[in-house]
């Protein structure tokens, strides 16, 4: 298992729930080294004085944050890190909502909570309290000096915790200045279309999805490291613009032809 | 508006949307610069080639994947481009899905799909999309590939555009096995004690209003910087003392019900502050 990152404290009302937070993702991601394409060195990150142009230690690096161009307030790691507040190790319930009314947008990074010291009972009964009514919890957690909103619910037999896009961070539908066709689509477009979503529905399987395309790297790479010139495939991609009812109802055809 | 960070098609069946991809967050965070402290310059981070000891500009830059042995595996732009999926410029949706469905642990990463051709047809055909999902309450899942990495998205309506959320793969999240979720019949609550937190839960409900949360990291970390600019010290504030568990659950759940319904909306005492004037 994961070590916690975090270990803490969730209060809601009076009652005390120690815990546990575990990262609940794993990145897969292919990762590179950037590399310097004729000699096959590692690239290293230099920095570098812009008044000296010398090379300086990470000692003598502070944290500046430009109120005017080219003018600078310096802040120490201690200074940044009081922007976090004083609830450390406390994570507070302020409110309760419903699950459903929080847009998918909202959510950023998963977690796991699991029972701390002495805390099953308590953990026990937050769990249970949330999955009979069908809330999630919303509080702040200070994770790493910096202050998160966190939304905490029952996720089988787990307490799960995501932190939560600020609505300000989140772009408006209507600053998109989207362009409006010269007609609406008609009810018999709608109900075509509305079939073919019928026909392509199901329930959601996550693990009918993998990485494919990840495969296929960690495949190349491994060609590669055995002195293998892989073979480049060529691309063939689709072409646009149609009539739409036409295409529809070909879509619907060959659904229907099909199965 | 904001840049387009991906272009192609959304295909449905045999309908073709041109599409653009926007990203549905914008950066608002308070970002610091590296300054060297001795002369307040700027500090610049350069592309160092150490086999040379000179800088190196970006297109002379290829990717390295580290084996175990530490041997680097030379991989370029080209070949990575060339192992891309077929239809690497399209979003093919594969299947619709109730958006219930979907656990939010598989959301990552929000965006908008927007028309990306002015071509009647085009727009039609995003409109019809965009009508039907709404109509439906349905979200499309499908995959496609952005800057060497395959995503897979879950695409649906959302206040008249459509709004695609990559997802991680199953693989990609962990099972709660090995965590401590407290499940012993041991540790199972007493009906009263549930149904005192279920109470206590109820009076704290309120709806979802995203607009009323405010970044209060963001708001003290400007106030910290235009303190420090008229020349003030910033000491951090003392950690919060660490509220113990609860000895007894019935007795605290009790005190929060009591309080919460003597207090209309109000807060509670909080559990540091009667543990100060206990102490």
Known sequence: MPRSIWNGTITFGLTVVPIKVHSAIEDHGVHFHQVHAKDGARIKQKRVCSKEGREVPYKEVAKGYEVRSGEYVMLSQDEINAGAGERSR????????R????????YEHGYYLGAGEDGQDAYRLLHDALARAERVGIGRWVFHNREYLVGIRALDDALAMHTMRFADELVPADKLDLPQPTRAPGQREIQMAGALVETLHDAFDPTAFTDSYRERVLQLIEAKSRGEEPDLPDQAEPTAGMDLEAALEASLGAKQGGS | MARSLWTGSLSFGLVNVPVSLLSAVRDVDFHFHQIHEKDGAPIEVKRWCPEEDREVPYDEITHGYELDDGR????????LAAIEPRRTRTIDIEQFVDLADVDPMYFDHPYFLVPASDDDGSVRAYRLLTEVMSQTDRAALGRFVMRAKEYLAIIR????????TTMRFADEVRSTKDIDTATQKTHKPTKKQLDAAVAVIEELSCDWEPDKFKDEYRARLRRIVNRKRKGETIKAPPAAEQPSPSPDLMAALEQTLEELQKGGSGRWSKPRESQKTAG
Request: charged share 30%; hydrophobic share 55%.
């Open chain 2, 72 to 79: 680097l595996v030379i991989v370029s732009d080209l070949e």
């Open chain 1, 90 to 97: 406390l994570i507070e319930i302020e409110e309760f909502v």
């Open chain 1, 99 to 106: 699950a459903p009314e929080i847009d998918p947008v909202f």
């Open chain 2, 157 to 164: 309506h959302r206040d008249g555009a459509l709004t695609l």
